[in-house]
């Protein structure tokens, strides 16, 4: 993705899910930065696999680092500041959505040694607290260790990362 590409999709971002700051540091270094976003979009070109739709529910990737970092203001969490961590490959991040609304955040979730790290909603609100969330996550899960991936078992008691 070019810089243009990243500026025009960040505008978008803000136009479908309100106001949000004119300036946020980890988009300005990455609008600066082309061999990030370039290693960002390399990433998420490999997690298409992790794709998903059931029960009214979808997963996927994030398009860009700009989606990334809206839905954790979009949603009030800390998810935005995993854009490095995304890129250098430290952990997978996945969006969470209602099938009518693909682009609008619901929740996000951490994929990391074929295991569920984490998966927040609103204020970091856990999943634990949606059994229709949980269910799917459950299933979706069981599908990644179907494909060769350990199957995801949520820590109890997991600490809030965001």
């Known amino acids: 993705m070019t810089n243009q590409e990243g500026a025009a999709r960040w505008e978008e971002l803000r136009t479908v899910w309100g106001k949000f700051p004119d300036s946020i540091d980890i ?5 600066k930065d082309s061999a990030r976003w370039a290693a960002f979009a390399k ?8 794709s998903w739709a059931a029960d009214g529910l979808l997963i996927r990737p994030p398009a860009d680092a700009g989606e990334l970092v ?3 203001k979009a949603l009030n969490h800390c998810v935005g500041r995993y854009v490095d961590r995304m890129a250098r490959g430290e952990t997978v991040i996945l969006l969470i959505r ?3 609304e693909p682009d609008r955040p619901y929740y ?3 994929w990391y040694g074929g295991r569920v790290i984490q998966c927040r909603t609103k204020n970091n609100s856990s999943y634990e607290r949606s059994t229709e969330v949980r269910g799917f996550v459950e299933r979706w899960a069981e599908r990644m260790a ?3 991936t350990q199957k995801s078992r949520p820590e109890a008691g ?3 990362q965001g």
């Open 70 to 72: 809206a839905e954790g």
């Open 27 to 31: 988009i300005s270094v990455y609008k």
């Open 146 to 148: 179907a494909k060769g």
């Open 108 to 110: 996000t979730l951490e």
């Open 98 to 100: 209602r099938a009518s």
């Open 43 to 50: 990433r998420l070109a490999g997690l298409k696999k992790l």
């Open 158 to 160: 997991a600490a809030d």
